[in-house]
Every structure is written in structure tokens, then in C-alpha cells.
């Protein structure tokens, strides 16, 4: 019996096109992010308001990825900048091979900002690198605070933690201070913004964290924050 | 539910290894789960062995070592094993820690009975 060391990724495959990626996205300077929640926690509509504040000459793009329809695609098409539905027909995460081929017929020095708006999920999307600059994992507080506790990997990987719905607050028994708490416990030092889509508050730290992501690259104006 | 996935690719790296032990048999995989991995490892035992079954690599063990999360504290450099529900250093209590691992995913070794050794890789 021999035993032969191997000690490299398990999913080498995936690494190895999402840093290819990685490599495409700095040589034409375009900031790629990856955001990731549970189903219905407001990704579409956080990427809906984020849109409609860039200006129409911001080079701007978006990818969509669900199961089944093309129905987010078609909401966030209407702001007039490129979207692209994947669906992965059963796959519960995008890989960078998916990112690889929806990026294939666009012109990445066109685009300054691509926005990754995963399927809806707190696990599978964790172990997938898509070449993206940072994950953001959207957390609502219709959901629970102790979600950071028990899905700790998403948590701990991504940069920024936006959570979203905050107008909802006085209806639900949601401890905000907790659930940051409980982020930063399981990823201390994770940054974090409070927001609400539908009454506007704290888009603006949202924009704002959008904003200095992107300083040191090509400048993109938003129209408001 | 992406463990399936996971164990076509351990699989896909055993065919692939296959390759370079014509004469052996591959008995065993190693792979390596951190706890922040996000991966469940009865899950991905279960679709091994799934795969598995009635292929030419049966019959083929998976060997999972679970790696928990590790962090060194800064204040008195000692490493320790954060909870869920306390990351601070268990030691002197400092909330200024470095994580150090425990985010693995990898493949760590295979096992190769390769008979009477005959010519190997």
C-alpha cells in the first residue's frame, strides 16, 4: 500500500478558471462582486436601487443567476444596463465556469462594475470562487439573527454584510444589534450596513461602500446617493 | 445542497490520478473539510459512495479529515479553537486574533495498493 500526497483544492477546476477570471477582471479594471443571501431576502431589489442611481453613461453590468426564469433579468433590465439571466436549471450556486460562459460575447473594458447576483442560498454559493473581488452576503431581518451562527462559512467570507429590509423592523422580534454581533463573532472586523429599499434609509452607505470599493480604479459617478 | 458536486470532483481527481497508477489500484481518498468550508461531510460521504457503486474505482474509501477553525491570538500568540458563540481568545480573553485555518477544502492524499509493486507512477 502506497499513499500518494496530493494537498491541492478540491474544486482545483473551479479555482483555476475563477482565477483566470480574477486575472481578466484586474487587466481591464473592472470590480466584480458576488453577492450572496438566502432566497427573498432582497438581493434583486438592493441591485434594482444600486442601478438606478448610476448614471446611464456608467459602465455598469449585471449577472443573474436562478434555477428556473429569466423574471429577474427582466426587472433589472429596465434600468438600460446590460443583464444577463443564468439559469443553472437545478444547480443551487453558480461556478466560475457558468461566470466564464455568460462573459463570453460581453466586452469586459466596456464594463467597470459587474454586479454577480447569485442563486438564492447561505451554503452552496460559499465554495465557489467566481474570480469576484469580495462576496457580500445580504442577510433580512425577517429572517433570524442568528443566521451568521449557523451559516458561518458565507459569513466569514464575505467582506460586507448589508442588511436589508430595516423598514420592517417594528413589525418583527429581529435583534439588529444581535445579528451584527453574531456577524463579527463569526467574522470580526466584517464591515456592515443597515438598509431599507423600499424607505431609501442607509442606501447611501451602501452606495458609499460601493464607491470606495472602486477608488483607484476607472471613476464611476453615481448620479445620487 | 452542492455535496454531490463535490464528490464528482474528488471523483474526476481520482480518474484523472488513475492514470498514473496503471498497474495499482486506488483504495483510498483523503480530503480535507474545514469547519468554515460550508460543506457537510456525512452529506459528501453519502454521494461518494453513491458515485461510487458500480464504477470501475469500487471499491474506493473516503477518507475525511475534519479540520475545526483556528486563530492565534495576538495579544498572547497562543492558537486556540473559537466557538460559534465566542471568538475571543480563551486564554486571556483579547478580541484580537489572526485566523490562521480551518477553511480547507482539499485533496490530501490517495492510497494505492499496487500489488505486487509492479512499475508505479
Known amino acids: 500500500m502506497e499513499r500518494v500526497p496530493l494537498e491541492r483544492k478540491v474544486l482545483s477546476e473551479n479555482a ?11 487587466e481591464h479594471n473592472t470590480l466584480c462582486l458576488n453577492l450572496i443571501s438566502s432566497p427573498g431576502s432582497g438581493k434583486t431589489t438592493l441591485l434594482e436601487r444600486t442601478l438606478e442611481s448610476f448614471a446611464p453613461a456608467d459602465r455598469v453590468a449585471v449577472l443573474t443567476g436562478d434555477i428556473q426564469t429569466e423574471n429577474d433579468a427582466r426587472r433589472l433590465a429596465r434600468f438600460g444596463f446590460p443583464v444577463k439571466q443564468i439559469t443553472t436549471g437545478g ?22 462594475l459587474l454586479l454577480v447576483e447569485n442563486v438564492g442560498n447561505l451554503v452552496c454559493p460559499s465554495s465557489y470562487d467566481l474570480g469576484e473581488a469580495a462576496k457580500i452576503v445580504v442577510l433580512s431581518v425577517t429572517e433570524g439573527e442568528d443566521k451568521p451562527l449557523k451559516y458561518p462559512s458565507i459569513f466569514f467570507k464575505s467582506q460586507l454584510l448589508v442588511l436589508n429590509k430595516t423598514d420592517l423592523l417594528p413589525y418583527v422580534p429581529f435583534d439588529i444589534a444581535a445579528a451584527e454581533a453574531n456577524a463579527r463573532k463569526t467574522h470580526p472586523g ?36 | 445542497m452542492h455535496e454531490m458536486g463535490i464528490a464528482n470532483s474528488v471523483l474526476d481527481s481520482v480518474r484523472v490520478e ?35 457503486r458500480g464504477t470501475e474505482f ?9 479540520r475545526p477553525r483556528r486563530h492565534k491570538c495576538l495579544s498572547c500568540q497562543r492558537m486556540y479553537q473559537p466557538s460559534l458563540e465566542e471568538i475571543a481568545c480563551p486564554h486571556c480573553g483579547s478580541a484580537d486574533s489572526r485566523f ?16 505486487a509493486r509492479t512499475a508505479g507512477a
Open chain 1, 16 to 26: 483555476r478558471i475563477a482565477e483566470d477570471l480574477r486575472a481578466r477582471f484586474a
Open chain 1, 190 to 225: 466584517m464591515e456592515i450596513v443597515r438598509v431599507s429599499c423600499m424607505t431609501r434609509e442607509g442606501l447611501s452607505d451602501w452606495l458609499g461602500w460601493l464607491r470606495a470599493k472602486r477608488q483607484g480604479q476607472a471613476s464611476l459617478a453615481t448620479s445620487s446617493s
Open chain 1, 91 to 112: 444547480t443551487c450556486h453558480l461556478d466560475a465556469r457558468m461566470i466564464e460562459r455568460a462573459l463570453a460575447d460581453w466586452r469586459l473594458e466596456e464594463i467597470d
Open chain 2, 58 to 66: 469500487e471499491p474506493l474509501a473516503l477518507e475525511i479529515e475534519y
Open chain 2, 100 to 115: 490562521i485555518d480551518g477553511d480547507e477544502l482539499e485533496l490530501a492524499y490517495l492510497e494505492v495498493d499496487d500489488g
Open chain 2, 18 to 52: 488513475a492514470l498514473r497508477f496503471p498497474d495499482g489500484h486506488i483504495c483510498k481518498v483523503g480530503v480535507r473539510i474545514g469547519e468554515l468550508a460550508g460543506v457537510d461531510p456525512e452529506a459528501l460521504s453519502f454521494c461518494f459512495e453513491a458515485l461510487v
